[in-house]
């Protein structure tokens, strides 16, 4: 019984570090963007590869959309990380951000015959960080242990 | 999933609830740290910085709105620049306005800046010609105003009767070069303010009668340069004053095309037929004025610069431009001598103009030599380009500045590897609409004239045609007083250097200018 509780505190505290970790990196993500406004996602969307190179093409091609595009992705990248280091409405963050990564990885898949991108660090066959990063969102959502340590646990009980 | 006890939330889980908020607190606190840093060591604002590129800009002038009374214009010859003028001036012929609308080609600030003139004067030697300003000049394309119908325009066969005209106040002149001289002095002589295009002059004496007769008079003449006008030139002006070039030995001006139109060979359109016109349509003795008899030809009617009888050919045509843009940059004036060398190579049936043609101006008081350098059979585009002991700038259109990897003003700067002889350390990329897109409805030729900065240029966020400053400045002048960029003196200036290299090429000899006599000599 002792046993299996600590092991639970163990995976529980695991769980919530990686909660904290990709909040942290998903909010800066979205703070940088913020505080640099001559960011876009230009660069990254006119390399498209793949079945989304099309809806990428088509975003480029209109100041319009892409302006609203990166606007989009920079809050969406904030609220996500908000959510993911407070612990506020986790589940709902943890599925926005896997989301979002997926979107990220689609855009751009490390297929075969993909080039070695000169912008990514690393080399991915057909598995990326972002592919990764993804999935323990997803994780994190499924997973009612992760909500522990964050406002949720507030939320909840006067919801309660 | 969790246990409620329904006693509320002690304090421990509180605590446990709030564990995000140190981690936004710690991310907080290093991206500050970070921003901070990245201020500190961000290469391009301490460029920024040491260079004092803040208030380069302001350099650009803003174009001014200024109304006054109307001024009537007439304007002696209509073919090609004729209604490139009209236009800058907000008069386009129906259909072709239609046109402009619908492919959007029109420059906004043309029918918004209204300049308040009326063409009610026309003269041209060609009926088709002549009809077609008609229409254009009873057509005004500014936004809300049926300005123009108000001013009827009359057609004159003869220069000297639309001079003689009490209700025409000021005269363009896009003839051919050949006639560019005396008319002004009529002009002039008759009263009329005159914007002439260039080329002013076509053979020598012609400079000095025309720069008396101007002188004479209080007049406001302006030569058709369109180029003082851009954003580019006067932020080059700016880094001139600034002195980031150093010592300036050599200016390098080109010319590089390759098309049969851009080398004045024009009396056939694209699909190859030969353009309108006869002996009964044009004036033929009217057209030749003082030039040798010869029968009526179309290919010299439409191919004129092409040759000697009409006009100094390159010199006249594309190094009057490079040269006015040298001359307002540096104000170096006349030279000491000239050689030109060159040959017809390729298009050798047309006239006279040489298809490659080099000429060497020597300033030895100002340690400065000045070269020409035109080929006609190649369109591997070449800037011009003023080389400085600290620096290069290349300047048209766009405007670049490289760093030379042994100047002394910038070695701290190279040093700290903030700039690099391989790359621009200012570039003005905006600038000109044309030389920017790459597209396959403007000619050759017309990139050509756009790289040079003779199209359009962006001030203040907007595109303008730098012929319509060019005019407005003009009638600016008119109208206030003051003096034209490209005023007599300069026009003097670049009259005996066109002569000098001109003679020299023509007479295969070096030329020198005698600044006691005030003439070329042949040496």
Redesign the interface.
Known sequence: MEFQSRQMKWQQGAL?ALR?LI??HM??EG?YKL?HPEWSALAFLANAQGFLSGIAGWIVSSPGVLNTVDALNTWGLIAIG?GL????FTRGAALAGCALLLLYYLFNPPFITSAPGASVEGNYLLVSKTLIEAVVLLYIAVT?LS????????R??YH? | MTKENGSGIDRRDMLKTLAGIPILGALGIQLFRKSAYDDKHNIQQEIVRELGLEDLMNAIRPVTHQQGDLIRLGIAGFGMRGPQLAQALGFLEKSSFEKTVVDGSLDAQIREGNLNVAITGICDVFDLHAELALATAAHDIHTGGEFASAHPVKRFRYYHDMLADPNIDAIIIATPDHHHAQMTIDAIQAGKHVYCEKSLIHREEEIYATYGAVKNSSLVFQLGHQYPQTAAFQVANEILKRRWLGKISHVETTTNRNSPNGAWIRHVDNEGKTKPGDAQSIDWKQWLGKAPEVPFSIQRFYSWARYFDYDTGLFGQLFSHEFDAVNQLLHMGIPKTAFSSGGQYTYKEFGDMPDVLHTTFEYPNKELTLTYSANLTSSKARGRTLYGQDAAMTVGGTLSVVPDGSSEQFADLLERGLISPDSPMMEMLEGSRTASVVDAVSSATAQYYATRGLTSTSIGGQEWDVTHLHLKEWLDCIRNGGTPSSNIEKAFEEGVVIAMADISYRENCRTEWDPEARRIKRI
């Open positions: 919530v904290f909040g942290w909010l800066y703070l505080i908000l280091v407070l612990g506020l009612p909500s522990r340590f964050g406002l949720d646990m507030l909840k009980k309660a």
